[in-house]
């Protein structure tokens, strides 16, 4: 059921040379690639950390104090609070300023950006409210698929030389894995341009050297097949269907579906996809593992499926869309083709 093994480089810009020729080269997302670099290495320096909560808990918090300005970085990039000269190091706020970083807000500015902290690194992705088509998501379902990805991966026996991040957002999941697998090549894969360009830059503040980048839908635009596929889809029902919140399908799960699909087809003999999704509960029972268990029956290989948390995201459930839903529940799959 895998493509063919041979493999030609596809059309992908490679982070080894991520900033090469900025002033001719396109910059994916209209992001100021080397800028951003540089205020991450500054935050870098300042042991800047923050925990980026869900935007129902951000919303709660920020409704304390609603006409409040930053007073520390935390405020200005968690918390997306606006800020007023001297709340930033001169340097970074000349940086965030000059290159379109921040905006102007009244008689201050507010970042464009947020960095949360996931482990020993840092991650910039969309400022609150993230209500742009384009915006870059990062969260507690970050948080969650990346601790199940590394004990997924302690179990794992194989060394990969491919691996395939499908909506790579933030590029979390790609970034662990290029440096876990240090001779792997690792396709960052999505089509959000934005999201690709913080991927890049993400990469680059991570030191890794075997990311690629490639907009594609899934896998149409990638050659070849692959021994990894990983993916933290989208997988709620979004009333704008904007691209890193709507997953499609009755109740959010057509994406998803649709990667179990691209990885059947996709993956080498012995090759393994490793997918974090979210599935709307309804009267007890589990839709989307009725559709796994009939994509995957009479196919060639091995498979688990696990509820990790029982309770994500309950604010959607106020929506007409999940009328019928009583939760939604994180879950684990993994196939691995014989």
Known sequence: ??????????????????????????RPGGLDRSALLEAGRILQALDYRFTTVTPATQARVLAREPDAWA?????????????????????????????????????????????????????FHSAYPTGDADAVFFGPDTSRFIRALNHELTMWPCTPQRIADLGC?????????????RTAEVLAVDINDAALAITEVNAALAGVSNVWLLHSDLLAQAEGGFDLIVANPPYLLDAAERSYRHGGGALGEGLALRIVDTALRRLRPGGTLMLYTGVAMVDGEDPFLEHVKARLAGAPCRWRYQEIDPDVFGEELELPAYAGAERIAAVWLTVTLD
């Open 1 to 26: 059921m895998a493509e063919s093994d041979q493999y030609h480089a596809p059309n992908c810009n490679p982070i080894h040379h991520p900033f090469h020729d900025q002033a001719t080269s396109p």
């Open 71 to 123: 007073r520390g970085l935390r405020d200005v990039f968690g918390w997306s609070r606006p800020y007023h000269a001297g709340v930033l190091p001169p340097e970074l706020a000349a940086l965030m300023s000059l290159t379109g970083l921040a905006k102007p807000h009244g008689d201050g500015w507010r970042s464009t950006v947020r960095c949360s902290s996931l482990g020993e690194r840092l991650y």
């Open 169 to 181: 957002g933030s590029g979390a999941a790609a970034i662990e894995l290029a440096r876990r697998f």
